[in-house]
């Protein structure tokens, strides 16, 4: 009933910039949390930032400063604003969605898109 799809992922250096941007699509007036998550290879899966209903948003600590979480209503899309990128940023960044108030835990998303690369050269 909910798809998600992410798009703005590349390659970049240190210091550069990218916006990604999740286009949903559905029951999307259902969604009270959305969120963006990342997985670096033989990690796990964390969250970056949330945002919830009514405009509360929360960001990981170690991009606090750097990325900002934004939403379009009017285009159903929800942006990440990263800036000021880091080798350490490299992973592969998901959006997520669910119809509850959702914390910071990945089995608290119903809804996933398929992901975008992210890669940060050094």
């Known amino acids: 009933q909910v798809q998600l799809v992410e798009s703005g992922g590349g390659l970049v250096q240190a210091g550069g910039s990218l916006r990604l941007a999740c286009v949903a699509s559905g029951r999307t007036f259902s969604m009270n949390t959305m969120a963006w998550f990342r997985q670096a290879p033989g990690k796990e899966r964390e969250f970056v930032a949330l945002r919830w209903s009514g405009g509360r948003i929360y960001y990981r600590n170690s991009v606090k400063g750097r990325f900002t979480i934004s939403r379009d209503d009017a285009e159903n899309t929800m942006y990440l604003q990263m800036n000021n990128l880091k080798p350490e940023d490299t992973a592969v960044y998901y959006c997520?969605?669910?119809?509850?108030?959702?914390?910071?835990?990945?089995?608290?998303?119903?809804?996933w898109g398929q992901g975008t690369q992210v890669t940060v050269s050094s």
């Open positions: 997520a969605a669910d119809p509850n108030t959702a914390g910071s835990g990945v089995n608290e998303f119903e809804y």
